[in-house]
């Protein structure tokens, strides 16, 4: 059987801790302990409280004195350290069958997917198909040209480093890339300003390479179901059970209260956040009402797109955030930050269904929605055990209240004050249950389609198909 040890525990529980207290008696034992951590800000986190504990333990990255992965496939080798803390990259460019009497430990959940979508206008276009042939809709390397294509990429990976000077774009680049290495590339039908988009879903199989090699396997997270990582483990034949480095857990237990921003039975989404109200986008004045509602300098975290790093009211931190800790005296946080699948997702989505036989979006949304939305509500006062203070949580929809709720704050409250004081337009084509009453009120009263279209908001050619489906009944 092929298991993974899964320690899940609260951000802040003390997943980290527990690993520690282990190590030494793992290490007396005769064990040896790999750990691979996400940055390297949590690698020197982990390094230094190790030598705290009095645990020796050797980091290897890109600040070591040699070739990184030369440094961690020697070390593996040689088996002469007892704990290694390295990057969770690091680890996938080692020589995986160098992990056997190795256990591994991961801490966070490591990336096992993307789906990379490349828009090319035709110049840079026209240099991917010099060498490509397209059939179906799908990009295959030429025949004849593969070891060209090769050369192009290794001279594009040289002029990254400086060594060398490549005319190849990136993007160009990493679709031949992806080619090489078996990835299924397709090509979508030209637009009217004649960009093409080339998309592939890449799978990072070469972890379960990874967590079969080792004698043990052992992943730290917050939350492991309904993710991207789940499914995939799953449809390659591995099997979850709890790790010796569970922590004991426990749920928050600061007074928290969490303020959606977008109205019941309503998504966000970049598209809806970026519309114009006036003479500002929607976003912009999403982040003034809630701005105008909190009471400390808030942390906030947001996509790129809306354009917020460098404000000065708040203090900002990455999507990603997983390892930083110099938050925790924050009271509030602002989680400005989509994770919907984008067209060129679903395409993605609609490709592992037909090759696995599985719905990924629900993992999708966990993985780019929900788990980072908890990561950095975890950031602030939340995660001290003495906090006293009350924290208030700003957050992007319904969905993320559920996971919030459903995971390590069900003792928290949720007002909706916010959302409705928010300018969002409801969907006129959706309808809540309290919505669908109402209309269905106002249609047995034979109230016309556009009075009712005023009164709710609600599509007047959805309240015509209503009226047909009541009146036929």
């Not at 093409?196 to 917050?222: G, K, N, P, Q």
Request: charged share 25%.
């Amino acid at each position: 059987m092929k298991i993974i040890n899964t320690s899940i525990a609260p951000p802040g529980a003390g997943k980290t801790e527990a690993l520690l207290c282990k190590l030494p008696g793992l290490i007396e034992a005769g064990m040896r302990v790999i750990l691979a951590v996400p940055t390297l800000i949590l690698s020197d986190e982990i390094s230094h409280r190790a030598a705290n504990a009095g645990i020796t333990s050797r980091s290897i990255d890109h600040r070591s004195a040699g070739v990184v992965i030369t440094e961690l496939n020697m070390a593996l080798a040689d088996k002469t350290d007892s704990f290694i803390v390295c990057t969770q990259e690091s680890i996938r460019q080692a020589r995986h069958n160098l992990l056997h009497g190795w256990v591994l430990v991961v801490d966070e959940l490591p990336k096992v997917v993307d789906y990379p979508d490349y828009p090319l206008k035709p110049v840079e276009l026209k240099r991917v198909l010099d060498f490509t042939e397209e059939r179906d809709g799908q990009l295959w390397l030429g025949e004849g040209y593969e070891v060209q294509v090769k050369d192009q990429v290794s001279t594009n990976r040289a002029d990254a480093r400086g060594t060398d000077c490549s005319t190849l774009g990136p993007s160009a680049a990493n679709i031949f890339r992806l080619l090489l290495s078996g990835v299924d590339v397709f090509i979508d039908k030209e637009q009217s300003n004649g960009i093409r988009h080339i998309r592939a879903v890449e799978e990072y199989t070469d972890w379960w390479e990874i967590f079969s090699a080792a004698s043990e396997t052992h992943v730290l997270a917050a939350n492991v179901q309904n993710s991207e990582f789940e499914l995939f483990a799953k449809v390659h034949s591995f099997y979850f059970k709890p790790s010796i480095f569970t922590p004991k857990s426990s749920l928050y237990k600061s007074f928290t209260t969490i303020y959606p921003v977008t109205p019941k039975g309503q998504l966000f989404s970049k598209g809806k956040m970026l519309s114009q109200c006036g003479d500002k986008r929607l976003i912009d004045l999403v982040l003034e009402k809630v701005l105008a509602h909190t009471r400390s300098i808030p942390l906030l975290s947001a996509n790129k797109w809306a354009g917020f790093e460098s404000r000065a009211e708040v203090r900002f931190v990455p999507k990603d955030c997983r390892g930083v800790n110099r938050h925790s005296d924050a009271t509030e946080a602002i989680l400005l930050f989509g994770g919907n699948p984008s067209p060129s997702d679903k395409e993605g989505l609609k490709y592992l269904k037909a090759k696995y036989g599985e719905n990924f979006e629900e993992a999708f949304i966990t993985t780019r929605l929900l788990e980072p939305s908890l990561q950095v509500a975890t950031r602030t006062a939340v995660r001290c055990h003495n906090n006293s203070n009350e924290i208030n949580l700003y957050v992007q929809d319904e969905r993320v209240v559920a996971y919030l709720l459903t995971t390590y704050f069900q003792h928290a409250k949720v007002d909706w004050s916010v959302a409705g004081a928010m300018p969002i337009k409801r969907d006129g084509r959706k309808l809540d249950e309290q919505a669908e009453e109402k209309v269905k009120r106002l249609i047995e009263l034979d109230t016309p389609t556009i009075q009712i279209h005023r009164e709710t908001g609600v599509s007047r050619k959805k309240i015509q198909k209503m009226k047909e489906i009541y009146q036929a009944a």
